[in-house]
């Protein structure tokens, strides 16, 4: 059962992270956020991120042999709500799912080697799973390695790979045995952005933001830097992206876009007419309430599963499906609520909030269909929830 | 024959260019070819070069202009086109209607309110000179194209609760135009007038008796324009239930279209669903005020599936696309941003459900 009160350590907690953003989310952080999104080589948001390593937050809950404070998955949870509240990058996906794989899947010079940069923030991955062809269906991927003497040799492209141009390594899932069963022939290695023969060439979402295609010619990388064992990979992405999963979505963008919205609409609308006046508009506010509190639950609860050593597949399905598809309904209730002025777009003058919503609204598909469609999601919450059959995919 | 010239005369290209291009120049060609197909007089009376057709078949070309994705300047002429009609007598019309009808002029229209399109109460306000003419004071929000558009059809209040409307100049002096930018580079403007001068009896729309617009005129006129926008609203749905399809039967995963999936397919059938209940909706609302009548009901209906249903299906289609859609580069967008933009710009469903309930 979810415990459903903090302690007292973990409100403790809970206000040190405030007390800690507070402190360190500057107007000047806040302008080169706004200003560049994730584009440019940064300043502000490289000093930010220094200064959560020094804390030792990138490796909260790794523990401390590797260099981490050996806290628990509601601590990181906690952490990462408030992070997503402020609307400032915190541990990201090298902190919250690879870094986690190394542990359970890596050798001992795997461990040494990637996990003590991982904690203070140095080494920062950008994920290659998907492919062009190798969507939804990833196992299809068709990246090869081939070892020549103590190197892996590579050769193919990722897509999607969002942080790609400010990354330092890439961790890359590649095949290395041709001839085995598509899952089989799965294994990961760990490659430097710096080396001779990547290509980055970046493309531009529809919320504003960039992504990358990285291409792959012969590049070499010591055989040392495939992670754990050869041909284990499937097992290992299959639960980095749970965990990706639990941790890409805990709501706190949406507790942090409900309040806004709320706000809002005791406000005027440039024609003078207050949303909040008009009964339709309180109910469906309510009911965004209503489901964003229980996001907020899910998340929770994922956390504490987690926290007991269970990857919870189910619930964090149940979780990613629940809130992506809420978030484009808070979207959407948002424009309709603000009528023409939700259309304002995002940092055009006059726009409410800066036209948080109208970018909002762009942005929210995304998580439909990113870290495992819902199509799929809805699979597994039958099939590996209910125990219904596969249908043959 | 309208999707051929869309396909030949508004390429994605120029759709692009309008959408980035700042400032941005009247799509000339495209233009052209829409007057030269007797686009702009369908609707006008023949006596003023125009077809003499109904309603409806203004609202088959709204419906394809949708698919294209035709810059709205053309709906803005339009819509001036058919309040001067239904607005003005035969001096105004004589006036307008010919120069409007073979696409000399181009024009936007500001007699509703851009969130609700059931409110006619003007914002501007206007006051008659001792020498015969008028001025024209306040500022409005919210409209299309006037950086494109020669005129803007704008009503005003007079004292005594008298509303009028007028055909005024973008270019006359004291008139000033602030940009508000929407979503996906769609223009609208706030309009200011400081005591802007209409000298010619021929640019005042002051209903048959002189006397001052009846309320029931305005309102029949802002429901045809949401009405035939609401069509516009079927085919962007139209468009991208197609470009889905033939996304998902050739995009393969697991060795098979992501079509043969029946979550694809229910996705899908969902999205032709919502479509069906629009374009009869719209459609009928058309059909309806294109008979003479006001037809709030059916505009409201129109509106409320039209909008629920461009929104759902581009969102869907955004979903059946996963990456491949969401990238700029593949055009999804430009349906979804015009989606969500003409559904809410003069009400989307929340707002047209109280148009109903107003009529119960």
Not at chain 1, 145 to 165: H, L, M, Y
Not at chain 1, 292 to 299: D, I, T, Y
Not at chain 1, 303 to 327: C, H, M, N, Q
Request: hydrophobic residues 45%; glycine residues 10%.
């Amino acid at each position: 059962m979810v415990d459903f009160e903090l302690d007292a350590a973990q409100d403790a907690w809970l206000a040190e992270v405030r007390a800690f953003l507070t402190e360190n989310v500057t107007p000047a952080l806040r302008s080169e956020l706004a200003e560049h999104g994730q584009e440019l080589p940064d300043r502000e948001v490289a000093a930010f991120r220094r200064r959560i390593g020094e804390r030792g937050w990138f490796g909260l809950n790794w523990p401390s042999e590797y260099g981490g404070l050996g806290l628990g998955a509601v601590y990181q949870h906690l952490l990462m709500r408030e992070f997503e509240y402020w609307g400032v990058p915190g541990p990201d996906l090298t902190v919250t799912s690879v870094a986690p794989m190394i542990m359970r899947h890596g050798t001992e010079q795997n461990k040494l080697e990637f996990l003590p940069p991982i904690a203070r923030g140095e080494l920062i991955c950008a994920v290659g799973y998907s492919e062009p062809e190798a969507g939804t269906d990833l196992a299809s991927l068709r990246t090869r390695a081939v070892q020549d003497g103590d190197e892996w040799v590579i050769t193919g492209s990722k897509i999607w790979n969002s942080v790609a141009n400010r990354a330092t390594h890439e961790w890359l899932c590649v095949r290395t045995d041709p001839s085995a069963a598509r899952h089989r022939g799965i294994s990961v290695v760990m490659v430097p952005m710096n080396l001779p023969g990547i290509e980055i060439r970046p493309l531009y979402a529809w919320s504003g933001y960039r992504t990358n295609e990285v291409f792959f010619d012969a590049v070499r990388v010591p055989v040392g830097n495939l992670i754990g064992e050869l041909n284990r990979g499937w097992t290992y992405i299959t639960g980095a992206l749970d965990l990706e999963r639990g941790a890409l979505t805990n709501a706190g963008d949406l507790r942090r876009a409900l309040d806004d919205l709320t706000e809002l609409a005791g406000r005027p609308r440039r024609d003078g007419s207050v949303p909040l006046q008009i009964a339709g508009f309180r109910r469906r506010l309510a009911q965004a309430e209503a489901d964003v509190e229980a996001a907020m639950l899910m998340g929770y609860q994922a956390a504490s599963l987690l926290e007991s050593g269970v990857i919870p597949t189910v619930d964090v399905s149940v979780e990613k499906v629940f809130s992506s598809e809420l978030r484009q309904r808070i979207a959407d209730l948002a424009i309709d609520l603000l009528g023409p002025d939700g259309l304002l777009e995002y940092r055009s003058p006059g726009a409410p909030e800066d036209g948080k919503f109208e970018r909002l609204y762009r942005v929210s598909p995304l998580m439909r269909f990113g870290g495992g469609t819902n199509e799929v999601l809805r699979d597994v919450i039958a099939q590996r929830g209910h125990g219904m059959p596969s249908y043959g995919r | 024959m309208l999707s051929a010239l869309f396909a030949a005369e508004c390429p994605i290209s120029l759709v692009r260019e309008l959408r980035d291009a700042d400032p941005r120049s009247m799509p000339a060609r495209l233009w052209k070819s829409l007057a030269d197909a007797g686009v702009f007089g369908l609707l006008l009376p023949q006596e003023y070069g125009g077809a003499g057709g109904a309603l409806s078949d203004l609202g088959i070309f709204c419906l394809e202009a949708g698919r294209g994705l035709c810059p709205t300047i053309v709906h803005g002429t339009v819509q001036a086109a058919l309040a001067i009609q239904l607005l003005g007598g035969p001096d105004q019309h004589a006036a307008w209607l010919p120069s409007l009808a073979d696409g000399k002029i181009s024009a936007t229209t500001c007699l509703w309110g851009p969130r609700n399109a059931a409110v006619t109460t003007p914002t501007l306000r206007v006051r008659a000179e001792a020498w015969g003419g008028w001025r024209l004071s306040g500022a409005v929000d919210f409209v299309a194209d006037a950086d494109l558009a020669d005129h803007v059809v704008v009503s005003a209040a007079a004292p005594g609760e008298r509303v009028m409307a007028f055909v005024v100049p973008l270019a006359a002096a004291g008139l000033w135009i602030d940009p508000l930018r929407l979503m996906g580079g769609h223009r609208t403007f706030r309009i200011g007038f400081d005591d802007v001068e209409v000298i010619d009896p021929a640019a005042v729309l002051d209903g048959a008796d002189g006397a001052g617009l009846a309320e029931q005129d305005l309102r029949r006129v802002a429901n045809a324009a949401v009405a035939l926008l609401s069509l516009d609203l079927v085919g962007v749905g139209e468009a991208v239930l197609q470009r889905t399809v033939d996304y998902t039967m050739a995009r393969k995963q697991f060795g098979r279209p992501i079509a043969s999936f029946q979550a694809a397919q229910h996705l899908v059938a969902n999205m032709h669903i919502a479509l069906a209940a629009a374009r009869l909706a719209a459609h009928s609302a058309v059909f309806c005020i294109g008979k003479g009548h006001t037809a709030t009901r059916q505009t409201a209906i129109g509106r409320m599936h039209a909008a629920t249903a461009a929104k759902l299906i581009t969102l869907d289609a955004h979903q059946l696309h996963g990456g491949m859609g969401y990238v700029v580069e593949t055009d999804l967008h430009l349906f979804s941003e015009r989606a969500r933009v003409l559904s809410t710009l003069g009400g989307g469903a929340d707002v047209a459900a109280t148009w109903l309930e107003d009529e119960a």
